[in-house]
């Protein structure tokens, strides 16, 4: 397991660099392309979009032919081709036509990675401890994206950042290719497995909508953040550390998951606790803080993001069947993404004239999602208690939270 464990954590640290570029430094380079705001908004969007469809279409693919590895490097390798043209493109349109290309292989990765995690560590003890540190890398990388990227943007013109986004996306695919070597466990412990079905569709339809409206509340600060922060003269290396503290709080929190949740029913109530860090996050953005309050508020990013990503991925894997695994992250990764789809563009075109005022709406999409996520909690509370030490699971294999 070693050997496995260190490869799926370059592969999060690599994927995650890339993003760590992406989101931060993307939206300069667009502006740097003579791009408006509602056209960035619509650029920033379109991959968002592209996602509800890819990510579901690639999930049930890698279900169905239990080739999620092999579907892993294939989308890897076409975010390699698609970033290379996209250094010669210019224009709105191609632009646009391009960031769509290579969202459509973009888009499954993370969805795919966590499936792959999941299921290599499938009747393991402690596995929510385990995928914590082991995503942890991602987060490292993400971080490291912000601050070597934010640096170097100091030194080096604008257009260098597509150089960087072909550089990590290449060592994104090399880290895919040393996953794909890893052996599975096998899939269908039990002959009626393929079978199944979702026992309680209510909950696993709750926890999506309501995890995806916190993650996409993240849409202003992933698109419009360091516009602002630029417009306020701050340095490039002053916002890949603003960065980089909302990340360092996130591997605090990925390092720590598995001693403080316990049980599905701890699961629900940490998403809970997500979707109001969120509504109160935005909130105090909305207000346009000074850099002291700024920096504070960066570091709830451990509650608002990585509470919701680790929370949501585990429920799911206890809500649906092992054979669902796949297409259940693909769901989640889609409908969060149609939801910042339209957060993104609607800040777009209301940035201008709002300016952090925008950040009022996330908070409005943030609380509909804590709302949601009341009654999942509420029933695995009651449905679901806390498992007794040692005692397994024998109705649904997937690793008990705990």
Known sequence: MKGATGRLSFLYAALFFE?????????????????????????L???????????????????????????????????????????????????????????????????LTDAVTLRSLDGLRSAELRYGRIRLWGSAGFALANLSAGWMLDWLPIS????????????????????????LPERSAAPDEAARTVERPYLLILTIAGAALVQASHAAVYGFSTLHWQSLGISGGTMGSLWAAGIA???TFFSLLGYVVRGSAGAGALLVVSGAAATLRWAGMALDPDIAFVILLQLTHGLTFGATHLGSIFLLAR??????????????????????AALTTLAGYLY???????????????GAGFLLLIPVAANLRREDPA?????PDAQHPVPKLG
């Open 160 to 183: 260098s950042i597509i150089g960087m986004l072909l550089l990590s996306a290449l060592a994104t695919t090399l880290a895919a290719m040393a996953v794909a070597t890893i052996r």
């Open 319 to 340: 809500l649906a069947p092992r054979s669902m695994l796949a297409r259940a992250q693909a769901w989640l990764a889609a409908g969060w993404a149609g939801v910042m």
């Open 249 to 251: 709080s996130e591997i």
């Open 45 to 111: 969007a379109a991959p968002l979009l592209t996602r509800i469809i890819a990510n579901p279409v690639v999930g049930a693919l890698a279900d169905r032919s239990l080739r999620m590895t092999l579907a892993l490097v294939a989308c890897a390798a076409a975010v390699v081709v698609g970033t290379g043209f996209l250094a010669f493109a210019a224009g709105f349109l191609p632009i646009l036509l391009l960031v769509i290309a290579i969202a459509l292989a973009q888009g499954p990765l993370i969805a």
């Open 19 to 43: 993003l760590g570029v992406n989101l931060p430094f993307f939206p300069l380079w667009l502006r740097a392309q003579s791009l408006g705001d509602d056209a960035i908004g619509i650029v």
């Open 387 to 391: 498992p007794q030490p040692g005692v």
């Open 352 to 366: 201008g004239s709002w300016g952090e005022h925008v950040y009022g709406l996330m908070a409005i999409a943030s």
